[in-house]
């Protein structure tokens, strides 16, 4: 089947009872068993749902993984993967990830004596030098978070397996529409499935697909055991966001780049970060391992901090507020708000100054969206 089919179908086949062709959303906590220790599958919510089975079977194969565990959200997902780890363990990432997960590395794993080295991940070179003995996982962006820097995932795949360590990729940027690492040699892809797969804003969720039996034992174990499982209502409005996932993902593309574009010659605009652009630098290795440029684009405003402020107060269409990927449009500035957990000095030095403006393009029409960004701007 191909992916599109498989988004309506796959763990989504007619409940036996009743012949609903709509996963039912099981809302129970536990499950009555016949006699001890003898039951139909389930003993617990926090263990298993059939909802939450769907779900996690469906997105393992829109992923290309044999093995799926969806989580409460995106950092339920990155807290559980990490706590696979132990203390002394070493962990080389992305310089430019999104804030909660520097958060969650920086002022929570390190307490519990997790190590971590962040790097430009688009250079090899530099992923090389930052390994250690006791590195035992790399950690990619690809786009990053709100630089939109690109990393060459086969690349960085093939030296992880060279020297034992896993790769991870968070592709919530791209969705499995548009890019699966696991297909380029990475072991584990995540999600923070609030995003493009739910689709609508109207529900947090994570997951994390691997071909590994191993790394899936330990994570389901870990799943069940630290608890940050979603609710089967939360599972059932994912899997329902996933039915459309192809299609919108192919307005937000097509918009995007039209928008970028635009941006790329507005006189108020410094200039833009999209992998859709010929000009960016991470545009061929992106076009080798993605079918789009994804929906995000962040750009510079002349002006300074005035200027962007005033710009993401003036627009319309475009809602000021955090998260991406929705059907609605969105617009933030990382240094107040997404990324605001990292301290100023690593933000300037990354790239992510007071005029840096991230826009998440929605399903909207593109004229509407164009005009709405041209009022904005002219406050700026």
Same mark, same amino acid.
């Given at each position: 089947?191909?992916?599109?089919?498989? +988004?309506?179908?796959?763990?989504?086949?007619?409940?036996?009872?009743?012949?609903?062709?709509?996963?039912?959303?099981?809302?129970?906590?536990?499950?009555?068993?016949?006699? %001890?220790?003898? @039951?139909?599958? @389930?003993?617990?919510?926090?263990?298993?749902? %059939?909802t939450r089975d769907a779900l996690q079977e469906c997105l393992a194969s829109l992923e290309s993984a044999r093995h799926g565990l969806a989580f409460a959200s995106g950092m339920a997902a990155s807290s559980t993967?990490?706590?696979?780890?132990?203390?002394?363990?070493?962990?080389?990432?992305?310089?430019?990830?999104?804030?909660?997960?520097?958060?969650?590395?920086?002022?929570?794993?390190?307490?519990?004596?997790?190590?971590?080295?962040?790097?430009?991940?688009?250079?090899?070179?530099?992923?090389?030098?930052?390994?250690?003995?006791?590195?035992?996982?790399?950690?990619?962006?690809? %786009?990053?978070?709100?630089?939109?820097?690109?990393?060459?995932? +086969?690349?960085?795949?093939?030296?992880?397996?060279?020297?034992?360590?896993? &790769?991870?990729?968070?592709?919530?940027?791209?969705? %499995?529409?548009?890019?699966?690492?696991?297909?380029?040699?990475?072991?584990?892809?995540?999600?923070?499935?609030?995003?493009?797969?739910?689709?609508?804003?109207?529900?947090?969720?994570?997951?994390?697909?691997?071909?590994?039996?191993?790394? @899936?034992?330990?994570?389901?174990?870990?799943?069940?055991?630290?608890?940050g499982v979603p609710g089967p209502f939360d599972a059932w409005l994912t899997l329902r966001g996933l039915k459309t996932l192809a299609l919108r993902m192919e307005t937000h593309c097509r918009s995007a780049l039209?928008?970028?574009?635009?941006?790329?010659?507005?006189?108020?605009v410094e200039n833009v970060l999209y992998p859709g652009l010929a000009t960016h630098p991470g545009h061929a290795v992106h076009a080798r391992q993605a079918s789009g440029g994804g929906g995000v684009i962040s750009?510079?405003?002349?002006?300074?901090?005035?200027? +962007?402020?005033?710009?993401?107060? +003036?627009?319309?269409?475009?809602?000021?507020?955090?998260?991406?990927?929705?059907?609605?449009?969105?617009?933030?500035?990382?240094?107040?708000?997404?990324?605001?957990?990292?301290?100023?000095?690593?933000?300037?030095?990354?790239?992510?100054?007071?005029?840096?403006?991230?826009?998440?393009?929605?399903?909207? @029409?593109?004229?509407?969206?164009?005009?709405?960004?041209?009022?904005? &701007?002219?406050?700026?």
């Amino acid at each position: 089947m191909r992916f599109q089919t498989r +988004a309506i179908h796959v763990g989504q086949e007619p409940e036996s009872k009743t012949g609903a062709v709509v996963v039912p959303i099981f809302q129970t906590s536990t499950y009555a068993q016949a006699a %001890p220790g003898v @039951h139909k599958g @389930h003993e617990y919510s926090r263990t298993s749902n %059939p909802t939450r089975d769907a779900l996690q079977e469906c997105l393992a194969s829109l992923e290309s993984a044999r093995h799926g565990l969806a989580f409460a959200s995106g950092m339920a997902a990155s807290s559980t993967l990490l706590l696979a780890l132990s203390s002394g363990d070493h962990v080389v990432s992305s310089d430019d990830v999104y804030g909660g997960t520097f958060r969650v590395f920086d002022k929570v794993m390190r307490r519990h004596g997790l190590e971590f080295t962040q790097v430009d991940t688009s250079s090899i070179d530099a992923v090389r030098a930052a390994l250690r003995p006791a590195t035992k996982l790399v950690w990619v962006e690809s %786009p990053t978070n709100p630089l939109l820097g690109i990393t060459d995932i +086969a690349a960085v795949a093939t030296l992880c397996r060279e020297r034992g360590i896993t &790769l991870v990729v968070d592709n919530t940027f791209m969705s %499995p529409a548009l890019q699966r690492p696991l297909e380029l040699g990475a072991d584990l892809v995540l999600h923070s499935t609030t995003k493009y797969i739910g689709g609508h804003s109207d529900v947090v969720g994570g997951f994390i697909g691997t071909n590994s039996a191993e790394w @899936h034992e330990r994570l389901k174990f870990l799943q069940n055991a630290a608890g940050g499982v979603p609710g089967p209502f939360d599972a059932w409005l994912t899997l329902r966001g996933l039915k459309t996932l192809a299609l919108r993902m192919e307005t937000h593309c097509r918009s995007a780049l039209q928008i970028a574009e635009w941006l790329s010659t507005h006189e108020r605009v410094e200039n833009v970060l999209y992998p859709g652009l010929a000009t960016h630098p991470g545009h061929a290795v992106h076009a080798r391992q993605a079918s789009g440029g994804g929906g995000v684009i962040s750009f510079r405003v002349k002006g300074g901090l005035d200027a +962007a402020r005033r710009v993401c107060s +003036a627009t319309k269409l475009f809602f000021l507020a955090e998260s991406l990927g929705g059907v609605e449009s969105l617009i933030e500035h990382p240094a107040i708000m997404t990324h605001a957990s990292v301290p100023v000095e690593q933000r300037t030095a990354r790239g992510i100054g007071d005029n840096l403006i991230r826009i998440s393009v929605g399903i909207e @029409h593109l004229e509407d969206l164009r005009a709405d960004l041209a009022q904005a &701007l002219a406050h700026a």
